[in-house]
């Protein structure tokens, strides 16, 4: 156990996590050069296409030291973006020790930050690593100094390297064996070991990738999640180099996957103790701090054959990914579908991309909100996260949304224009300070969670030329003045399209929508009349005019009231036809309408 060193890397998008994993595999020979890849640990399709982590991975290296000694390295390359924040928190809860990779042309970011204080709540010994020190741009000594300063961290020794050629590798491998600590435990106490993540496999079930903190986890062993006693045999036991290898135990300190059997997908949950039947241990591991979604969006199969499919398809994700949530409903508009809930709009996006490229799903989704309490006048608070279960505006007393705090870096030239995007947003500056050198602000700001899920992240890169960087997270709720913006197509209501909305923001967001279901939705026969509604009050209206067809090209002279009963015949023709006319909105119509921007 001396010799295991359990390690994680974290770092900001962008700042060579997965290129330094790739060198660290190279180096002790985890694969032979045939077989590696650019980011070979990042498996998924959309990953690589998307050029970020999305799933954090283990890898098992042997590596022989400069004393001799041959150490057994578990590396977990974690994701850097705010929406997988999550996957990074499972990650260091089963490690001993980080390394913080910075780019050392670009320096501290936000999620540098916010990774930094995750470690340090999981009492990791840090090891900084100024990345990429190959480049023109790149001064580490001002960005040891930036380290120094905004988090707190000596950067006196840190490893100069360049992921990319394999420059001062060596070096990260001897301050990993040398500087974190060995993994503690007791090999001969009962079983204990945590479940850090899971997934499924068409060949071998579910599996669970474990990190063994007391005892030992043999092959043929009768397990128990002790969260709700369900109890498996050990079919399989591994580990990976990053290819998969099957071994007959996992000991204490130790980080592999096992098989099971296993396939309920309700049986078990990510944080879980497992333990053995016969001699279990006596209390549970505290797991991980319980993750809740903040964005909500409905997902509907184009087909509504697929739905089954759909359904399996979201179980088989959860497994992968405990951070989503979904429950079954249906819309007059667009059938059976689910209510899903997501740490943010890039974790949306993956999931949705993933239904369809894996399962092979045509989907709608449509769009997202976030959770509203509202306090009726009879006292009873709810959780509001669908438009359609807004009560009525008379039962109302208070409406809360949440707010998050934000950090923002940004160089000081941007400021001005960052602070204006963030008013606009209904933002409040909590705080103001500058680092390194005057030449970058840190901005504390409050803004409403719904102010900032759509485009906020984008447009902060716009006005900043791509410098700012932000992280965030639920701060609390506040009161607000809160409408429900619905929308009726001759008179009836198309629930699909309801969104809740900021009072200020109401009017405006009920124009644009309007303005573009009228050039989404095909003419009839007849004429469509589009409403934005707020209660029982329109606040937008659109007309799509009617076909109009000349009945009195025929006529030639005569008597004016030929003429007259032509068209009044017509005019009733397309009265009737208005009255039991059924006004098809075609699917992709939802999801252009509830663009933000262009």
Known sequence: MNNIRNFAIIAHIDHGKSTLADRLIEECNGLKGREM?????????????????????????????????????????????VDFSYEVSRSLAACEGSLLVVDSGHGVKAQTLANVHKAIDNNHEIIVVLNKVDLPAADPEKVKL?????????????????AKTGLGIRDVLEAIVTKLPAPHG???????????????????????LVR???????????????????????????????????????????????TASMKEVEAYKVGDTITEEKRPCSEALPGFKEVHPVVFCSIFPNKIDDFKYLRKALEKLHLNDASFTFEAEASDALGYGFRCGFLGMLHLEVIQERLEREFDLDLTAT?????????TQSGEVLNIHNPSNMPDLMKIEIVEEPWIAATIMVPDQYLGEVLSLCKERRGKQEDLSYVDNMTIALLKYKLPLSEIIFDFYDKLKSISKGYASLDWEISNYQKSQIDKLSFLVNGTSVDALACIVHKSKAEKRGREICARLKDLIPRQQYKIVIQAVVGSKIIARETINSYRKDVTAKLYGGDVTRRMKLLEKQKKGKKRLHSVGDVNIPHNAFIQALKIGD
Request: with cysteine; proline share 3%; glycine share 8%.
């Open 37 to 81: 890849t650019n980011q070979v640990l990042d498996s998924m399709d959309i990953e690589r296409e998307r050029g970020i982590t999305i799933k954090a991975q283990t890898v098992r290296l042997n590596y022989t030291a400069n004393d001799g000694n041959r150490y057994c390295l578990n590396l977990m390359d974690t994701p850097g973006h």
């Open 367 to 375: 769009a997202p909100s976030v959770i509203y309490k509202v306090t």
């Open 146 to 162: 930036q380290i120094e300063e905004v988090l707190g961290v000596d950067a006196s020794e840190s490893i100069l390297i360049s």
């Open 186 to 208: 007791d090999i001969n106490a009962p079983l204990q070991a945590i479940l850090v993540d899971s997934w499924y496999d068409h060949y071998l079930g579910v599996v669970i």
């Open 212 to 258: 063994v903190k007391n005892g030992v986890l043999k092959k043929g062993m009768k397990i128990v999640m002790m969260s709700n006693n369900a109890a498996y045999q050990v079919d399989n036991i591994g580990v990976f180099t990053p290819k998969k290898v099957i071994t007959s135990e996992l000991s204490v300190g130790e980080i592999g996957f096992i």
